[in-house]
Structures are given as C-alpha cells and as structure tokens.
C-alpha cells in the first residue's frame, strides 16, 4: 500500500517531528522524517512550496524494534469472532470463551508495554479489512489500553479489566435483530430502541461468569452513558465510574475514523475536532484533553487538529480567534477573545469587548477551549461582525 496522503501546514504545531518524511505534489522530497519542525521551518517550507504537502502510507517504517507479534492481533480477531459465533448459536458465552478472551487482552496489554507507536500501526492497518465488528472490538481493545496506559491512572489489574470491557463491549448487538443493524438509512424509533438496548444485553450475557470484575461489567453497561444525563440510560455522568468513560472516547473514536456501510470514515483531524467539539456535551473536559493530549499525535502523525484564524468558543461563552499553538497543551492555543453570549429567558444576546483581549489559555486559570467552529455560515457572519466593529 502507498497512499499519498495530504498535510496542510497550517495545522502543523511548532516542535512536532513527523514519521514520515514529507514530499511536494510532484515526489520531490522536501525534508526527511524525524526532523524537529520549528515554526521558522514550517514558514519556510510554506513560502517556498505553499501550504500542501505529501507524505506516503509506505515511508511508515516505525525505526524502533518491532515487539508487537502479529499473531496476537490476529489471535485478537479470531477469538473476536469466535465469540461473537458462539453468543449467535448459544445466546450464552461460556467460560472457556471468556478466559479465552481474557488471555487475548492479557497478550494485548503486555504487548502495548513495549511500544504504543507500533501498536497504533497496528491498529490503523487492522481498518483496511475484516468484518466491523471484529476489528472494532480489538480496535476499541487496544487504543482504550494505549489510553489507560499513557495516562498513568490506572494499575496494570485495572488496565486489564478495562481493556477486556473495551473488547466485549457491543457483544450485546449479536442479540440485536441483524436487519436493524446492517441498515443503511435512518432507524425510526422502535429500532433507536432496540439498539440502546445492546450494553444491557452485553452485561448479561457476562454477568454470571465467575470471578468477573466489576470493571469489567461497569465498562460494558455504561459506555454509552453522556453528561446531563443524556445516555442510553439516563444516568448522572459526573458519579460514574472512570472505565466506560475511557472507554467511550476509544469506542467514538474507532467509529468514526473506520469504514461502515453507511457511511466513509472520517480522517484522525477531523474525529479529533468531532471529540473536542463534544466537550460538555458528551464528555468532560478532562478526559478529552487527556486524549487528545496522549493519543492525538500518534493518531494524527504529530499534527494540530486546529489551525491558526480558526473560531473557537471557550467554556465561559466567549468567542475567540486562535492566533497560536499551546506549547504544551494542545487544547490551550494563544486567542483572542471578541464577545461574550449571554443568555436572557431564553434570547441570546452578545456582548462585544471594546478591543479583543489577548489570551495565552496555558496561564488562564478560568477559561477553556470547548468548540472549534466549524459551521462555514457561521465563519462568515463572525468575520462579517468582526470587521463591522473593526475587530480585525
Ligand atoms: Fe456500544
């Protein structure tokens, strides 16, 4: 496989060293991988060959030792569907199968040890093939593990419990009618209902297996759950456990970047932007910027995810233009800050600061970053506003 794949410069964050060596439109190489990009040197390579370049899918040679033996994750995928073929035929999952699948994560979580790099690979060449639910099951499995992992919150017990709940997560769809599932279009209700039924299924397809850990059982019955107590079962967000939230980032993650008969994937940008702008929606702010900072420059190949004179909103209903990367934090760029919305018995009014107030989010203590706008009409109206009040 040799994808030529496109890179904008502009989302390029000073200090990053990419795997890959980058190349003009035409193959002329351009600079070699793992050199150090330093703004001076983005500039340069921008004004001499614009703002696109190229890298290729077959330069992706990881230079440290390989320690990831193929053969667990195809292990992974063939205990996957073995699983799934016996919950099918049995509506049981036995015992055997279980301890099966736990020496399959065993093998996963010893592996990711070694080198996450590789393992995020791995994990990218695994998308190109095999049935969904298989590969989104060891998919899920591993990237939940890389995160727990990098993270450093959890013990080496937990991290495995979390993981085989990351493994066994939508089992629960085998119970699922298969036409509701394959569907292409649009579920009505009764088949919304049907689908939200699938983390109830999967835990009770498990819960009598002997000596089953409560993480595991938590990871698989709440990942669905959102804040405001939006989730499939309505529960409140902020007192569950840390699991399924892990987990539930991975998951929407894998989903979204992964091929499926509806729809084309999305690129690692772009789901990176889809969590950000999930922030106080979906997920808390912690766990998407422990994300993003972890596993976004892995997932996107050290790239920023935003770029400079793009729109932000922040928590405290400020608006904002992001004039440069954070240093250390990719969720805390320098902006500048326009207006504020206040919210009035339900009319929204703005209020427009004299002149813009110049932020660098890594030393504001109030302020975050929790949407990036992507709304082109929107784009347009703020700029529009924008030079109206000679704010730019
Ligand atoms: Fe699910």
New binding site residues.
Partial sequence: MNNKIKLNLNYLRPGCNLIYPLYTEDGEKIIDDRVILTQRKIDEIKKKYGDIVYYHDSDAEIKNELTIPREHITKAVNNSRSIIEEIRNTDKLSKSAYREAENVVEDIVSDLNSNELEAIKLLKELKSHEDYLYQHSVNVGMLSAIFAMMTGAFTKEEIKHLTLGAYL??I??IKIEKKILQKSGRFNSAEKLAIKQ??QL?YDIVKSIPGIDKIVLQTMLF??EKMYNRGYFHLPYEILPISPKFVSVC?IYDALTTKRPFRDPISPTKALRFLVNSINEHFDYKLISDFINKLGPMLNNTQSFFARNEYCELNTGELAVIMDFGMYDFLKPKVMVFCKFKKKKNKLTVQFYDRPIEVNLQEDNKRLLTKIIDNRQHIIAIKAKLIEKDML
């Fill in positions: 997560l939508d629960g769809s699938h983390p999967g990942h669905h998951d």
